[in-house]
């Protein structure tokens, strides 16, 4: 082939390349659907916009026409009929026949097509709305496309607890809308805690009288100091109105609520209104009553109660809590002492699965099911029960191996009170940080299972509580953008997850967070990293993945003053460094409100070349195995892997700048001529590490140590860059 014929072909490949990436990027749909095919061209709407419909999908036309209205004033109008003319801008066409939330999409340059059962159109309506513009005023631009789509799992759950704090009516809609617009299709109510009652019970006026303004009688002394709260708390109730409205909305969006009524423990709230359901500790010395006596009284209290939320509620299942219970409580209470020889109970986890059993029995007279988080297993499982698995997978593993359905929601992944960043540069939250690759990364069908036991697994959910949220912009911050993660794997096929292209997909949506005012905790800025170096003088180059971010720092690790101006990204920070540095940065998306923190260390040290005689040298790092021994002496021990050392020399044989960095999720430990250079332990998306060297010709010793893992499973020890980013080949720049 002659040269310019190469080039031209080159050049013309090359446009089929950009062309695919474009189209892809611009395809990018959270859950990612079953099977995406990017086509040539686009719908683009050219004067007034029709939506055919029949009558099934009608309603679904009608949603789509508010958001389309509301978020880029686009007047569209629903015409309902027998056979959707194909002229039709927007048809979507009910189909019975296919699997429940089922769809195919088709986007051309004659109109868009949407086909599937109810839910499914509305699935397909939300993949629709990822595919229009991401800004108001654009052109009305669909790309063409076909999209055939459908769930993995169907239970996808988002749990919000109005207890804590209270949140409205309309803030719940948002969140109900924001959880539609991602497929997620259960909202869990957490309706009733310690610190609020927040459900109108006719029969129990007091409930919401005295149990929802928990915050008015702790300000006035009454209530206990709520110290577990960020601040005073919030009160307010539901009406039974509000209640019906909120189904309403979320059962047009095809959402089924879960609503949940804690018992035993978590009552305090019930027991402040009505102190005789609660279990009197005998020596009257307690000042906190969170548990529920397991007298008649209570029942019987139990029991109303949950058939006024019965006849509110229309779907299968409902949620009565049971986790933390204290039961030892019940020792100290003559009922629960009585109970216990009457119904021959051995312990207080017999009486917890007594109570269970007692208002499972009442739940099932009802036509309901009941879900419980996994302490209800102690003491023996409910026959019917549906078990929450929160404090790990065990619970849920347990109750699946008994042929009982499990929802997966196990601490950590699927916990968003905790951080999403390192602790100190984030709001106060529980546990260690959960950053939003973890929550992805999640598996809810454990490996372990058996193949008959799977299916039990109705799916997962994210959960939050809010002691640390005090209102909704907070509640948005620490929910998204973790709930995408949650939507992508209970949704999305296992095969077609792809944590890359989601990473992408994701930074996509903040320009739809924008449009719906929707304050998601913003992205990390890339390169913003603890640093080992050697050189006086450093040039740090800092990215963004959104376009509108910007960035205020300061060196002295003082927080940035947020009055400062602000930059925008790519920005180079060139400092001098001597001994070390903190670099503090504060990060902002220009036309909204929030501010995120981050911070990096930068440490000076000084490496030099050892003296070892290259000629003795073998190729390859000194690789040794460290073994635990695990068992007891009478039942035998054995020797297993427990962790790795590494000893040997880098080659460096052209003088330069080197960057050095590991891909493990948890840092080796790694020396170079006795220093650190990556400090063991630390998470790579919470405190990335990484080493500056400008190395002379020579072997510098390389020493560390690394344990044993699942988290590092194939991924590189090692990362070696020179100045121009090439990777060093450590095949044959390492030595022992
Ligand atoms: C829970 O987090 N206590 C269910």
């Known amino acids: 082939m002659k040269a310019c014929k190469m080039k031209r072909l080159v050049a013309l490949l090359s446009l089929v390349f950009l062309y695919i990436n474009t189209a892809s990027a611009q395809l990018a749909i959270i859950p990612q659907p079953l099977h995406v095919t990017a086509a040539k061209g686009a719908f683009v709407l050219k004067g007034q916009g029709v939506i055919g419909v029949d009558q099934e999908s009608e309603a679904v036309g009608r949603y789509l026409q508010r958001y389309l209205l509301d978020t880029y004033a686009l007047v569209f109008k629903v015409n309902v009929y027998q056979h959707?003319?194909?002229?039709?801008?927007?048809?979507?066409?009910?189909?019975?026949?296919?699997?429940?939330?089922?769809?195919?999409?088709?986007?051309?340059?004659?109109?868009?097509?949407?086909?599937?059962?109810?839910?499914?159109?509305?699935?397909?309506?939300?993949?629709?709305?990822q595919l229009m513009p991401q800004g108001r005023g654009m052109l009305f631009r669909v790309p063409a496309c076909t999209v055939e789509d459908q769930p993995r799992f169907n239970w996808r759950g988002l749990s919000l607890d109005v207890s804590r704090h209270f949140f409205t009516v309309a803030e719940v809609e948002k969140y109900i809308d924001v959880m539609a617009h991602y497929k997620l299709n259960v909202f869990h109510w957490h309706l009733t805690d310690d610190e609020g009652w927040r459900i109108q019970i006719d029969k129990y006026p007091k409930l919401t009288e005295v149990g929802s303004k928990i915050s008015y009688w702790a300000k006035q002394g009454k209530f206990r100091k709520l110290d577990n709260l960020v601040d005073d708390g919030r009160d307010g109730f539901y009406t039974k109105a509000d209640i019906r409205e909120v189904i309403k909305y979320a059962k047009d969006r095809y959402i089924t609520i879960l609503p949940e009524i804690e018992m035993p423990g978590h009552s305090e709230a019930a027991i402040f209104a009505y102190p005789e359901l609660g279990c009197q500790d005998s020596t009257g010395a307690k000042n906190r009553v969170r548990m529920y006596d397991p007298s008649e009284h209570t029942f019987q209290f139990l029991e109303d109660v949950l058939s006024e939320v019965i006849e509110l509620f229309p779907n299968d299942y409902i949620h009565i809590g049971g986790d933390e219970a204290e039961m030892d409580d019940w020792l100290h209470s003559p009922t629960a002492v009585a109970l216990m020889k009457k119904e021959h109970l051995k312990n207080v986890r017999e009486i917890q699965s007594y109570f269970i059993k007692r208002i499972e029995k009442f739940l099932l007279s009802k036509n309901k099911k009941l879900v419980g988080w996994d302490e209800i297993l102690e003491g023996g499982l409910a026959e019917s029960a549906t078990v929450m698995s929160w404090r790990g997978e065990e619970g849920g593993l347990a109750a699946a191996r008994m042929h009982h359905p499990v929802v997966m929601t196990p601490l950590p992944y699927m916990y968003?009170?905790?951080?999403?960043?390192?602790?100190?540069?984030?709001?106060?939250?529980?546990?260690?940080?959960?950053?939003?690759?973890?929550?992805?990364?999640?598996?809810?069908?454990?490996?372990?299972?058996?193949?008959?036991?799977?299916?039990?697994?109705?799916?997962?959910?994210?959960?939050?509580?809010?002691?640390?949220v005090p209102n909704l912009q907070h509640l948005e911050y620490m929910v998204y953008p973790r709930a995408l993660a949650v939507a992508e794997l209970t949704w999305t096929a296992k095969e077609n997850k792809n944590i890359d292209r989601f990473e992408q997909s994701m930074y996509?949506?903040?320009?739809?967070?924008?449009?719906?005012?929707l304050?998601?905790?913003?992205?990390?800025?890339?390169?913003?990293?603890?640093?080992?170096?050697?050189?006086?003088?450093?040039?740090?180059?800092?990215?963004?993945?959104?376009?509108?971010?910007?960035?205020?720092?300061?060196?002295?690790?003082?927080?940035?003053?947020?009055?400062?101006?602000?930059?925008?990204?790519?920005?180079?920070?060139?400092?001098a460094v001597k001994d070390s540095l903190l670099i503090s940065a504060d990060v902002s998306l220009q036309g909204t409100e929030q501010h995120i923190f981050q911070t990096a260390l930068v440490k000076q040290v000084t490496v030099n070349p050892s003296t070892v005689e290259a000629a003795g040298l073998k190729p390859g790092l000194n690789l040794t195995e460290e073994k635990?021994?695990?068992?007891?002496?009478?039942?035998?021990?054995?020797?297993?892997?427990?962790?790795?050392?590494?000893?040997?020399?880098?080659?460096?044989?052209?003088?330069?700048?080197?960057?050095?960095?590991?891909?493990?999720?948890?840092?080796?430990?790694?020396?170079?001529?006795?220093?650190?250079?990556?400090?063991?332990?630390?998470?790579?998306?919470?405190?990335?590490?990484?080493?500056?060297?400008?190395?002379?010709?020579?072997?510098?010793?390389?020493?560390?140590?690394?344990?044993?893992?699942?988290?590092?499973?194939?991924?590189?020890?090692?990362?070696i860059k020179n100045a121009e980013g090439k990777l060093l080949d450590t095949a044959v720049s390492l030595f022992h």
């Open 84 to 129: 959707i003319p194909l002229h039709t801008a927007i048809k979507l066409i009910s189909n019975k026949s296919s699997a429940e939330g089922a769809y195919t999409l088709s986007v051309n340059s004659g109109g868009i097509t949407i086909g599937g059962n109810g839910a499914g159109v509305f699935y397909g309506v939300q993949s629709l709305l």
């Open 416 to 468: 968003f009170d905790a951080p999403q960043a390192k602790v100190a540069t984030e709001p106060i939250g529980w546990n260690p940080p959960v950053y939003w690759q973890m929550v992805y990364q999640y598996e809810p069908v454990s490996a372990s299972l058996a193949a008959n036991e799977t299916s039990y697994i109705l799916g997962a959910q994210g959960n939050i509580w809010t002691e640390k």
């Open 508 to 517: 996509g949506q903040y320009n739809f967070f924008k449009l719906w005012n």
């Open 519 to 575: 304050n998601a905790r913003l992205p990390n800025v890339q390169g913003m990293e603890d640093l080992v170096t050697n050189k006086d003088n450093i040039g740090i180059v800092l990215k963004h993945p959104l376009k509108d971010a910007r960035i205020q720092y300061t060196l002295d690790g003082t927080r940035p003053d947020t009055k400062m101006a602000s930059k925008p990204f790519p920005l180079v920070i060139q400092a």
């Open 628 to 719: 635990a021994m695990l068992g007891n002496p009478a039942k035998g021990i054995k020797a297993v892997s427990a962790g790795t050392y590494l000893n040997g020399y880098l080659k460096i044989s052209t003088e330069g700048d080197y960057r050095i960095s590991t891909d493990f999720e948890i840092s080796p430990a790694v020396d170079l001529d006795k220093q650190v250079i990556i400090s063991q332990n630390k998470n790579k998306y919470v405190a990335p590490q990484s080493a500056l060297l400008h190395l002379k010709i020579g072997y510098y010793q390389l020493r560390g140590y690394y344990p044993v893992n699942d988290k590092n499973k194939g991924q590189t020890l090692l990362v």
